[in-house]
């Protein structure tokens, strides 16, 4: 069976290209990831896998979760996805939307995982390094893991930087096993 990031990504490029066309990116991202969430949950996979449910009203079921807000163009993308049995995509389909948008954006999602909480000028500093480095916008989330003991890891889409104690004595490790 193909990919199911193969499979996503022609849905992600028509939503993408829609949302652009008619600049309701950030509107459609919302929308896609309130489904996206939706469709990751353990109940709502199983009516999505149920083949007592009729497709338009798995598309319901799932348009319903974004409230009042959606449009009329993202209830038939949803009506389109549950006809075509692809529902269960829309977790890979929010994640290559969301990429598509910040190329567009030319911003780039940054988390950086520390040992302990940052003060607002450390994260000012990560964040024009990082803006310096990648040469884009960064929007930066932090979160904190006292497993690490100190330093931190900053994953930017595929690039990942641990400068954390943890990383620094795994490596450690590892080298003195080759000698």
């Not at 199911?4 to 950030?26: E, H, I, K, W």
């Not at 884009?136 to 690039?159: F, P, Q, W, Y």
Request: charged share 30%; proline share 2%; aromatic share 4%.
């Amino acid at each position: 069976m193909a990919d199911l990031a193969t499979l996503a990504r022609p849905y992600a490029n028509a939503a993408f290209g829609v949302a652009r066309d008619s600049a309701q990116l950030l509107d459609w991202a919302r929308s896609l990831g309130l489904m996206a969430s939706a469709a990751s949950d353990p109940k709502v996979q199983t009516v999505i896998a149920s083949p007592s449910v009729n497709a338009r009203r798995k598309a319901e079921i799932i348009s319903g979760m974004c409230g009042d807000d959606i449009t009329d163009v993202l209830q038939r993308f949803v009506r389109v996805l549950a006809e075509n049995k692809r529902l269960a995509l829309l977790p890979g389909i929010f994640i290559q939307f969301e990429t598509l948008r910040a190329q567009e954006e030319k911003s780039l999602d940054v988390e950086v995982v520390s040992a302990f909480e940052m003060s607002d000028e450390e994260v000012q500093s990560i964040t024009r390094a990082l803006k310096e480095r990648f040469d884009r916008d960064i929007r930066l989330e932090s979160a904190v893991d006292a497993s690490l003991l100190g330093g931190a890891i900053i994953r930017a889409g595929d690039t990942v930087i641990d400068g954390s104690v943890r990383g620094r004595m795994q490596k450690m490790k590892e080298t003195l096993q080759r000698v």
